[in-house]
């Protein structure tokens, strides 16, 4: 709302600078965005919460001045001179839609001449910064800017069968606005027609058809009261938000509506000549008058944590337009520009604003209350530590993706993508369901301008809709955190790492992790794997996923291989963060290394080796590695490799013997071989 | 040293001590082997070093006085000789090692660190400051329902803040409820008031969606953190007392808080939070008691408990911090900006 200093005057003499005013303004509600020099005049542009429409007009924020200020408030009572002519000849106004205008006054003027407006006129509305268009038009300008209430001029000559129906719009039905453009109106907006078509959008805009014009004789002046949805609905529907729109979606004051018509009225019989015909001709009900709201004045207090005295109490809300509805001031009713307030706390509000919020205290004691962070943070931080102690910067990425991310195949199944309106930015309207698509992008994004080394990570949620359709189940839909990372480097790279993530989270105190190949779009074949939890010998659903990225997805993304990624529900893999470690002495007693080479097929995994070995090597078994791994034809046959796996065998209970040693590795390559049909290489 | 006049003893005596003291300034001032070699061969030279030289001034000395001087000269050749092997000692080492020494200007093995993101920084600044408070971190759904975003938040149907156009609603509904990404952490406010009782302090912090085109200063997806405090007898000087202990341990010094009226749905009264930041009013968020009607709408007893609510934009807060002109920064995920944090 922007605010002529000069004409505020008009109500309250400030005895302060405009300096002064302004804070004292800012600090009890109208925040200065700006003030800026307009000829002789001032610009105050302040900012208007909604809640409070009665300060988008002069009046309310010299009312508010005159409040801080204690001044008294100068509002003009308009008498305009009636005619001997009964103004309900001349139209008739019928409401169809209630529920779009609960109340619609109309007043005539006959035989007005349309010309420029005077420059006291012009120079107000310039400070303000609308434009000039002419006597009657800005008289309508003018007086909104003044009482908050918006108003419309129409040609009354143009208005067919003399008759004004405000009723909801046909859907699709064409209206042209005073901006000569045509739009398709739906059946949630409000117009004012004619006896044959619309001639304004209620509430927002007036029809090229009716506008006041050179030509106009007769005038008919419209002040109503709308319902803010259907403003809303047409305002943005249409992009044709207006002053009047604006004001319509908080709710003037009611108490305006006449005042303003009587306002505007008068002012146009001095700029425009013509005659007033007597009356206003009006329909449907308006309704102001306000609830009693009571009031404990301790409540203040309770509220502020500081002592306001009754009196003072009193004395605020009867400057602000309260009025006490009994004699100890426990029951108010409000103004009628303050539809807002309407419960105790709404009292005390205004009290506490005018009082000023600098006598709220800033050094009490609040008691202390120990908290702990919640095992789903402790999993995200750890998380992280790994991955930026290994190099990886934390991404963050937009939730919603466009098709062509949402559409690669999600590791998590389900559902299609959930899909939102509007975009989140242009083309990006799909809820995603993995984080991956959104990294390789963002390495791409990185390889694009030079960083070819961007390894990143990024913890957040995806949105998994179990089911299909218009409607979702309440559960249905899952939103698992995702820890999920994508660097430069092969498979084992991206495993090392998803194992380390795993290892600090601390599952190995009671699950086994698994690997087991997967297939999975952009993955490579064979290079890609999900990640079970075996826990008392009952496997978890999968809790990750790791592999290297296939060419075909390089190519799709401009990146450079060899790439691998993983992603992991942190939601599945938090459960043991919680867990103090319990220390295990190292052992006392020197450990026996033993290598042995074993030959398999080819189709053996190492897993199945290392459940054989540790199956029979028991508890000496205190650590089992693979090193190298061979392929010669001609040495071992086709089709086999060879394994050479390190056991470093220790007892707690006492000094392993060599005999001992070379038993437990007996019974291990006997497993192998029996398991896994592997032989002793020597 | 001044030649001292005197008997051949004396002479003698002070030649000695002359060539010792010769001797340990040639070794002392020599930095390599050879240097000490050219000093082994001036003094205790075989042929023509000067011990050999002194040794033939012996003769000059009486008889009387010849054991004497011959204990002095098989002290100083014997001083002489330990010096000289120090010396070579020395030099021996260091040539010894210096195939094993190293440019240790060259750089270190490289260490590359990832960071955390500037946002995720600032968020656990704040979490943990609010943890010393006594406020714990809560989290909830992105995907929301009418009565967590709205109703329950005391914003009306009527309310601005509920126009489609203001939101991003879901294609699907649960039944006949429309889903949104929450445009708030307030939110998770509600789903924990739902669940537990008083007294009660929450910090609910995570993306929030709202449409507005990303520039400079706008992004459609941001992050807020959200502090919720419920307790008998809460009043505005609570507020005020936590924000400031807040803004001074985050902004480091003795920082003071102003607060401006302000509107919210959810909370009466409500105001603008400024904290004192580079000498000037800076604002910092909105903050209020918690309405009334928010209390009812969670099944608190609205005459035992009042709270207080507050909610800081933390993007405007870690552009702020750290002199990021433009908020699409921080999801271009460029690593040369990243890296910096």
Redesign the interface.
């Known amino acids: 709302m922007i605010i002529s200093s000069s004409w505020l005057a008009d109500y309250v003499q400030v005895p302060a600078s405009r300096d002064e005013l302004v804070e004292r303004l800012?600090?009890?509600?109208l925040?200065h965005e700006a003030t800026t020099t307009v000829g002789d005049d001032a610009a105050i542009e302040l900012e208007v919460?909604?809640?409070?429409p009665d300060c988008l007009g002069h009046i309310g924020v010299a009312r508010e001045a005159a409040v801080l200020f204690e001044r008294p408030l100068a509002v003009p009572d308009p008498r305009p001179l009636e005619g001997p002519e009964d103004a309900a000849r001349r139209v008739a106004v019928l409401i169809e839609s209630p529920e779009i205008c609960p109340y619609y006054s109309a007043r005539v003027i006959r035989g007005v001449r349309i010309g420029p407006s005077p420059t006291w006129l012009v120079d107000r509305l310039r400070t303000v910064g609308v434009a000039s268009v002419n006597n009657v038009v800005d008289v309508t300008n003018y007086v909104m800017l003044e009482s908050g209430q918006p108003l419309h001029a129409f040609d009354l000559a143009n208005l067919r069968g003399s008759r004004i129906v405000v009723r909801r719009a046909i859907a699709g039905e064409p209206f042209t606005a005073i901006n000569h453009r045509v739009y398709a109106l739906d059946d949630r907006m409000g117009v004012i027609a004619d006896a044959e078509r619309p001639v304004a959008l209620a509430g927002v805009m007036g029809g090229a058809e009716s506008e006041i014009s050179t030509a106009t004789v007769d005038v008919l002046i419209e002040s109503a009261q709308f319902a803010?949805?259907p403003v809303?609905a047409a305002a943005?529907g249409l992009a044709l938000a207006s002053g009047s729109s604006y004001r319509f979606?908080r709710g003037p004051d009611p108490a305006m509506v006449d005042w303003a018509s009587r306002r505007a009225a008068a002012l146009i019989l001095e700029l425009a000549g013509g005659v007033l015909d007597r009356g206003t001709v009006v329909a449907g009900e308006l309704a102001c008058r306000p609830a009693e709201i009571a009031l404990d004045p301790r409540r203040v207090s309770?509220?502020?944590?500081?002592d306001v005295s009754p009196q003072r109490q009193r004395k605020i809300l009867v400057a602000l337009g309260f009025q006490p509805a009994d004699e100890r001031g426990l029951r108010w009713r409000g103004p009628s520009w303050r539809r807002d307030c309407t419960?105790e706390?709404?009292l005390?509000?205004e009290i506490?604003?005018i009082e000023g919020?600098?006598r709220?205290?800033?050094?009490?004691?609040?008691?202390?209350?120990?908290?702990?962070?919640?095992a789903?943070?402790i999993a995200v931080r750890r998380t992280?530590e790994v991955?930026?102690?290994?190099?990886?910067?934390?991404?963050?990425?937009?939730?919603?993706v466009d098709d062509r991310l949402a559409s690669m195949e999600s590791p998590w199944g389900g559902a299609p993508p959930?899909?939102?309106?509007?975009p989140?930015?242009r083309g990006a309207d799909r809820?995603r369901r993995s984080l991956l698509p959104s990294l390789l992008e963002?390495r791409a994004?990185?390889a694009a301008?030079g960083?070819t080394?961007?390894?990143?990570?990024e913890i957040?949620?995806a949105?998994l809709?179990r089911s299909a359709?218009?409607?979702?189940?309440?559960g249905s839909?899952e939103?698992p955190r995702l820890a999920s990372f994508v660097g430069g480097g092969g498979f084992n790279r991206a495993k090392g790492l998803a194992d380390a993530v795993i290892a600090r989270l601390g599952v190995g105190t009671t699950a086994t992790v698994m690997y087991r190949p997967l297939t999975l779009e952009g993955f490579a074949f064979g290079r890609a794997a999900e990640i079970v939890l075996v826990t008392a010998g009952v496997e978890s659903g999968r809790v990750g996923i790791v592999g290297e990225i296939a060419a075909a997805t390089l190519e799709r993304f401009s990146l450079v291989g060899p790439l691998a990624a993983a992603e992991l529900r942190l939601d599945r893999l938090d459960f043991a963060v919680g867990r103090q470690p319990r220390l295990a002495r190292p052992a006392e007693f020197p450990a026996i290394e033993r290598d042995i080479n074993l030959v398999v097929a080819e189709r053996i995994t190492w897993g199945e080796l290392d459940r054989a070995i540790r199956a029979a090597a028991g508890d000496l078994l205190e650590t089992c590695r693979v090193g190298d791994v061979w392929r010669d034809a001609n040495r071992l046959g086709p089709g086999r490799k060879s394994l050479v796996v390190s056991l470093t065998l220790r007892s707690r209970a006492g000094t392993l013997t060599g005999d001992e040693a070379g038993r437990i590795v007996d019974a291990v390559v006997a497993e192998c071989g029996r398991r896994c049909d592997a032989t002793l290489r020597r | 040293m001044t030649p001292v006049a005197g008997t051949p003893l004396d002479t003698f005596r002070a030649e000695l001590e002359r060539l010792r003291h010769d001797a340990a300034e040639a070794l002392a001032a020599a930095t390599n082997a050879a240097a000490v070699e050219a000093a082994r061969v001036e003094f205790a030279g075989a042929r023509s070093g000067r011990l050999k030289a002194a040794q033939k001034l012996l003769g000059a000395v009486p008889a009387a006085d010849k054991p004497a001087a011959g204990r002095d000269f098989n002290d100083t050749k014997a001083s002489v000789a330990a010096l000289l092997e120090t010396a070579q000692e020395r030099f021996a080492r260091v040539e010894d090692q210096a195939d094993d020494a190293i440019d240790v200007t060259l750089p270190g093995e490289a260490v590359t660190l990832g960071r955390f993101h500037p946002i995720t920084q600032t968020i656990r600044q704040i979490q943990e400051i609010m943890g010393q408070l006594g406020f714990e971190c809560v989290d909830g759904p992105e995907v929301e329902d009418q009565w967590h975003n709205f109703e329950a938040l005391a914003i009306s149907p009527e309310h601005p803040a509920r126009d489609p156009l203001d939101n991003f609603y879901l294609a699907v509904a649960r039944g006949a409820d429309p889903l949104l990404l929450r445009s708030q952490t307030s939110t998770v406010q509600i789903r924990v008031m739902e669940s537990r009782d008083p007294p009660l302090r929450i910090v609910s912090l995570g993306r929030v969606y709202r449409p507005d085109t990303a520039d400079a200063t706008h992004y459609p997806m941001f992050h807020q953190v959200e502090g919720l405090f419920v307790e008998p007898g809460t009043n505005m000087a609570h507020l005020k007392s936590v924000l400031r202990l807040f803004a001074s341990r985050f902004l480091g010094g003795d920082v003071h808080v102003r607060f401006r009226p302000s509107f919210f749905p959810f909370t009466e009264p409500s105001v603008e939070v400024d904290m004192e930041w580079g000498g000037r009013w800076v604002e910092m968020g909105g903050a209020g008691m918690v309405d009334p009607a928010v209390l009812a709408a969670v099944g608190y007893d609205q005459d035992a408990v009042t709270g207080f609510a507050f909610g800081l934009g933390v993007e405007r807060i870690a552009a702020r911090r750290y002199g990021v002109e433009d908020i699409r920064d921080f999801y271009r995920n460029d690593v040369r900006f990243l890296r910096q944090f």
């Open positions: 800012a600090m009890s509600g925040n919460t909604s809640n409070r803010p949805l809303r943005r979606e309770d509220v502020l944590g500081a419960r706390i709404d005390v509000e506490v604003r919020y600098e709220v205290r800033e050094d009490v004691a609040v008691a202390a209350r120990p908290v702990a962070l919640s789903r943070e992280g991955l930026v102690g290994r190099g990886f910067c934390e991404a963050m990425t937009r939730s919603v959930l899909v939102i309106s509007p989140l930015i809820l963002a994004d990185n301008v960083n080394d961007a390894d990143l990570f957040a949620r949105y809709p359709g218009a409607a979702i189940d309440p839909l939103e």
